[in-house]
C-alpha cells in the first residue's frame, strides 16, 4: 500500500507543495510513497516555528532531555526490523546492512543518554580575590539538518540526537527519494514525548531547501546549518552559511584510498576492498576510492579481488547479496557518466556476467587498473560500484597518492609494521584512518568527518560533536562589593630577580 505522507511543521502535517513519489529501486515500477515537496516559504516557517519552541525545550533539565533520548533509542530499537524493512524497499540497501544502519542510532542513542549529565562547565580561579569565574555549555538555537538518503536513519540520528540533548529544536530536510525511511524516524522521535516543534520535517527539493535557509538565516532563526551531501553541494551550504557569520557542520564526499604494503595479509585486504568498495553499490561516502597496491603485491592482490568480486552475488536487496540496486535514477544517470571517464590506457578486470535481477536500478561491479594520478577516476568521487587500483614504490608516495585528489574523510593502509601504520597516520590527510580495516566503519563513540573537499573540519559523533550543538558562554561573579579591573587591579608580588645562589 502506498504511503501518504508529509512534512511535520510543530506537530501539524503540512500538505502544500508539489507531489513527489518515492519508488522502490529493486522495482522502480513499486511506489514507496507520496509526499507534497515544500516551498521555501514553508521551510522559513519551519524554522521560525522551532525557534518559538526551543526556547521551552532548552529550559528542560538536561539529565531529562538525556531521558527523552533513552526512550528514543528504546523505541527505534523496538521498531528495528519495521525500519530496516522500510529502508530496504526504500533505497535499496541489504536487508543485513539495514539492520546495521538501524543499530547505529540505537548507539548513538545509548551513548548520549548519559551526555544529558555531563553538559560540563567549569569553575576558573578568577585572578582578583572575592570573584569567581564560570564557563557554560549552552544551546545554538535551531539547527537545520539536511541529509542524504544513502544512509537515510543513521546519518540523521548523528545530527538529531545531539542536537535535541543540548537543548536545541531542529528542522530536518531529508532526501526526498527516501521519505517513507525519514517520515517513519520523525514518529519514532515524536513518540517519546518531544514537544511539538522542537522537531520538525520538511520535504523539499535542493533549490527550495537552499532558498529556505537563506530566509531562515537572513530572520536569524536558524543558528546551526548541518549539511551531509555532496562536495559540491557543501561548498554553495558554506558558503551561504559564512554570508550569514556562522560556521556549519558539513559532512561531504571522500575519494578514500586504500594503501597494501608489501608485508599486507593480502586476503584480508581483498576482503576489506571489497566492502569498502562495493558495499551499499559504492554509495558511502566512506567507500574505497583508489586502491595504492605496492608493485610487488600489485598482481596477486588484484588477481585476489577480481575473484572476490566474480563471486559476490549483486540482487534483491532481501537476499544474501554483495549490494543491491543504485539508490535512485539519478545516481544510476551519475553511474553512467563515471563509467564515460574510464580511458584507454586503463584495464577494466573482468568481473560478474550473468544478468541483473528483474528491472531494479543494478549495475556490475567495475574494477578499473592502472588509473594514474591526472585521471578523473583518481581525482573525483564516484558513487557508485567502480573502484581503480594503481601502484606505488614506497611509503611516502603511496602518502602523497593518497592526499593528491583533496579529499580527506576516510583511509586505510594494510600491513603487519607498526612503523609504516604510524608514518601513513602522521602522513595521511584524512581525518579518519583505519590500519587492517575497511574505509567504511564508524562507530558511535568516535569523531567522524573529514578535511579538504570532504568537510570544514567540523566532525560528527562522541564528545566531539557537542562543540557543534553548543556555545561556550563565560560568567564573571564579583562578590567583592567594588570594581575590580581585570589586567588592571591585580595583586602584585615582585620577585628578586638578581638572586643568584
Not at 401 to 427: E, K, V
Request: with cysteine.
Amino acid at each position: 500500500m502506498t504511503r501518504q505522507i508529509t512534512s511535520v511543521i510543530g506537530g501539524e502535517n503540512d500538505h502544500t507543495g508539489s507531489p513527489y513519489t518515492s519508488t522502490n529501486p529493486a522495482r522502480p515500477s513499486e511506489v514507496v510513497a507520496t509526499v507534497p515537496l515544500a516551498d521555501a516559504a514553508t521551510f522559513a516557517r519551519a524554522c521560525r516555528t522551532a525557534a518559538a519552541a526551543q526556547k521551552e525545550w532548552a529550559r528542560v533539565p538536561a539529565p531529562v532531555r538525556g531521558r527523552v533520548i533513552a526512550s528514543i533509542g528504546r523505541l527505534v530499537e523496538a521498531n528495528t526490523e519495521a525500519l530496516a524493512r522500510l529502508v530496504t524497499e526504500e533505497i535499496g540497501k541489504p536487508y543485513a546492512e539495514a539492520l546495521g544502519e538501524v543499530r547505529e542510532i540505537v548507539d548513538t542513542c545509548d551513548f548520549f543518554l548519559g551526555e544529558g549529565r555531563r553538559l560540563y562547565g567549569q569553575t576558573v580561579p578568577s585572578e582578583m580575590p572575592d570573584k569567581n569565574l564560570f564557563t557554560f555549555r549552552v544551546p545554538v538555537g535551531v539547527a537545520a539538518v539536511i541529509t542524504a538518503g544513502n544512509f537515510p536513519v543513521a546519518v540523521p540520528s548523528w545530527y538529531l540526537v545531539p542536537a535535541l540533548l543540548c537543548g536545541n529544536a531542529v528542522v530536518w530536510k531529508p532526501a526526498e527519494y527516501a521519505a517513507a525511511s525519514a517520515h517513519a524516524l520523525y514518529r519514532l522521535f515524536a513518540a517519546a514525548g518531544l514537544p511539538d516543534g522542537v522537531l520538525n520535517v520538511v520535504f523539499a527539493d535542493g533549490a527550495q531547501t537552499y532558498e529556505g535557509l537563506d530566509l531562515a538565516l537572513s530572520e536569524s532563526t536558524v543558528h546551526k546549518v548541518g549539511f551531509t551531501g555532496s562536495s559540491a553541494v557543501g561548498r554553495s551550504v558554506g558558503e551561504l552559511c559564512g554570508r550569514h557569520l556562522q560556521s556549519p557542520c558539513l559532512e561531504l564526499g571522500g575519494k578514500n584510498p586504500m594503501v597494501v604494503m608489501p608485508d599486507a595479509e593480502l586476503d584480508l585486504a581483498v576482503e576489506g576492498a571489497l566492502f569498502s568498495g562495493f558495499g551499499t553499490a559504492g554509495q558511502r561516502c566512506t567507500s574505497l576510492g583508489t586502491v595504492i597496491v605496492h608493485r610487488d603485491v600489485h598482481d596477486a592482490f588484484v588477481r585476489g579481488f577480481v575473484q572476490a568480486v566474480q563471486a559476490a552475488k549483486i540482487g534483491d536487496p532481501n537476499g544474501d547479496v554483495l549490494y543491491g540496486p543504485l539508490l535512485d535514477h539519478k545516481f544510476a544517470e551519475r553511474y553512467e557518466e563515471y563509467l564515460t571517464w574510464i580511458r584507454p590506457h586503463h584495464t577494466v578486470l573482468p568481473g560478474p556476467t550473468g544478468p541483473m535481477d528483474g528491472e531494479g536500478l543494478y549495475y556490475h561491479p567495475v574494477i578499473v587498473d592502472g588509473v594514474r594520478p591526472d585521471d578523473r577516476l583518481f581525482l573525483e568521487e564516484t558513487f557508485g560500484p567502480i573502484v581503480g587500483v594503481t601502484t606505488f614504490d614506497t611509503l611516502d608516495e603511496a602518502i602523497e597518492l593518497a592526499n593528491r585528489p583533496g579529499y580527506g574523510l576516510s583511509s586505510s593502509i594494510y600491513t603487519t609494521d607498526p612503523q609504516a601504520a604510524f608514518r601513513f597516520r602522521a602522513g595521511v590527510s584524512a581525518g579518519m584512518v583505519s590500519v587492517n580495516n575497511s574505509t567504511s566503519g564508524a562507530e558511535a563513540h568516535l569523531p567522524f568527518g573529514g578535511n579538504g573537499k570532504s568537510g570544514n573540519g567540523s566532525r560528527q559523533s562522541g564528545v566531539w560533536v557537542l562543540d557543534q550543538f553548543t556555545r561556550w558562554q563565560a560568567m564573571n561573579w564579583d562578590y567583592s562589593g567594588r570594581l575590580q579591573k581585570a589586567q588592571m587591579d591585580v595583586a602584585d608580588i615582585t620577585p628578586d630577580l638578581a638572586f643568584r645562589l
